[in-house]
């Protein structure tokens, strides 16, 4: 907190169970503009489920991620990489009835951590639901990445079925492009990690 | 090499916890470890930028989105988007939805006995302007039952959204109206350990913001995490 800092933040409040209606954007499920961002396409699917591993069907995921360069359209990204006028590097998905949500989106670049840490390709999370009086920060990995031994973050994570919670796993094909599956676990065996930042 | 100036983390008492009992659903989805402690990257210090209209045409007015009228209060609901230090936060995406003036949501799920409103539908989204200003029309949602508990009733609310400059300022939150009664008995509004941070979640009734013989005017700033002063992690 900065020493001047003056105004109390607004809390966060669920979202409940009747947002569809407010938050609809099915477009922004496709990160790649139709097909036009450039990179590697690749589907991001997964199921949310509870402390029973009950399906979440009332769950918004939002990802934000780097263009296939490894630079954010941000004005806070200063790096000399090309930013994609195709790719904006948000994205929104509810979850469906079976708890399931799916992003076509491209395989990120690696980008800078602190220092002169690089980070694994990965994939910020936010998620929030009915039942969430606060949404959950995580991130997506890819499995079989080289960078992801020396990412600052993962390997700051020394339990490996924890970090194995961060880590999508890939599933084939769909539509000519490399799936992806991240489930997110809330509560109980395999509880996702979820940070704090 | 990245320069990383950090958004502040949250305060203390200033946020609800996810482990709240007395909100029913929040028991098998809380999670149960504490979340790990993450230095904030470029990652979290960039996100959505909304300034070029990507978002397409605001809905603004949420009192004329069918051929009639809807029924109920008007009301004006206006404010400033800010972060800790009082600075607007400009272009950013604002998302409303509210139920009707009878406390029913147009969504399926909502089914209970109250009527829905043909001319209503509750949705609103506007980008805030250079001044990290927003302004809707709307009205006065109702209050609705819940099955938290055995006759609960929620207090008046419009679900607010709001993206700010990075992916960490990004909340989801709930905006209440003055003198309502059912606060005292809400969970939700009372899983916010802080008291003047439950206060901000307040909108306050604004006669300079009213318009004679038209709608009544509620003020509410959505204030965002700020930054620290200095860079770290160079």
Redesign the interface.
């Known amino acids: ?24 954007r099915p477009e922004w499920a496709d990160l790649t503009h139709g097909g036009k961002a450039q990179g590697e396409k690749i589907s991001l699917e997964g199921r949310v489920t ?3 591993g ?1 399906p ?1 069907p009332d769950a ?1 995921v ?1 990802i ?1 991620q ?1 263009n296939a360069a490894g630079k ?8 000399d990489k090309p930013v994609d006028k195709n790719f ?3 994205g929104r998905a509810f979850t469906d009835k079976d708890g399931i949500f799916r992003f076509t989106t491209v395989k990120p670049g690696p ?6 840490a690089l ?1 694994a390709p ?1 994939i ?1 999370v ?1 998620l ?10 995580t ?1 997506v990995y890819f499995a079989g990445e080289a960078l992801n031994k020396s990412d ?2 993962l390997s ?2 020394d339990d490996p079925a924890l970090q194995k919670t961060l880590i999508a796993e890939p599933k084939g094909k769909s539509n000519g492009s490399a799936v992806w599956r991240f489930d997110i676990v ?3 065996k395999g ?7 | ?5 950090e958004y ?4 203390p008492g ?5 482990d ?1 009992p007395a ?1 029913a ?25 909304f300034a070029d209209g ?1 978002t397409g045409p605001e809905m603004l007015d949420l009192t004329k989105q069918h051929k009639g009228e809807p029924i109920g209060e008007r009301m004006i609901l206006a404010g400033r988007v ?5 600075k607007p936060v400009p272009n950013t995406l604002v ?5 009707n003036s009878a406390g029913r ?3 399926p ?2 089914t209970h006995p109250a009527p829905l409103d043909p001319n209503f ?3 609103g989204h506007v980008v805030s302007n250079d001044k990290g200003e927003y302004r809707f029309l709307s009205l006065i949602p109702g209050a609705y039952p819940w099955r938290n508990t055995y006759n609960a009733w929620r207090s008046k ?1 419009v ?1 607010f ?1 709001v993206f700010g ?4 300022t ?5 905006m209440y109206f003055p003198g309502d009664p059912l606060l005292e008995f809400d969970p ?2 009372n ?2 350990p ?1 008291e ?3 206060q ?2 307040i909108a306050a009734y604004d006669p300079n913001l009213s318009e004679a013989e038209w709608a009544l005017g509620y003020r509410w700033d ?8 200095t860079p ?3």
Not at chain 1, 111 to 116: D, F, I, K, S
Not at chain 2, 27 to 49: D, F, N, S, Y
């Open positions: 907190m900065s020493a001047d800092a003056k105004l109390i933040p607004s809390a966060t409040q669920t979202a409940g169970p009747f947002f569809h209606f407010g938050l609809l509870d402390g029973d009950a979440l918004i939002e934000w780097a954010y359209e941000h004005p806070d990204d200063a790096q904006r590097g948000f980008v800078p951590g602190r220092g002169n980070q990965h910020a936010s929030a639901a009915r039942g969430l009086l606060h949404h959950l920060f991130r600052p973050v700051s994570i809330l509560q109980g509880e996702t990690v979820f940070f704090d930042f | 090499m990245a320069e990383i100036k502040n983390r949250e305060r200033g946020q609800p916890a996810n709240w909100y659903s929040t028991v098998k989805r809380h999670p149960t470890r504490p979340p790990v402690a993450l230095k904030q990257t470029l990652t979290e210090i960039t996100g959505p930028t990507w800010l972060d800790e230090d009082g998302e409303i939805w509210q139920a949501y147009i969504h799920n909502d539908t509750g949705r609310h679900h959204s400059p990075a992916f960490a990004r909340i989801i939150t709930q939700i509004y899983s916010v802080d003047a941070a439950r901000r979640l959505i204030v965002l995490r700020g930054r620290h002063a770290a992690g160079i």
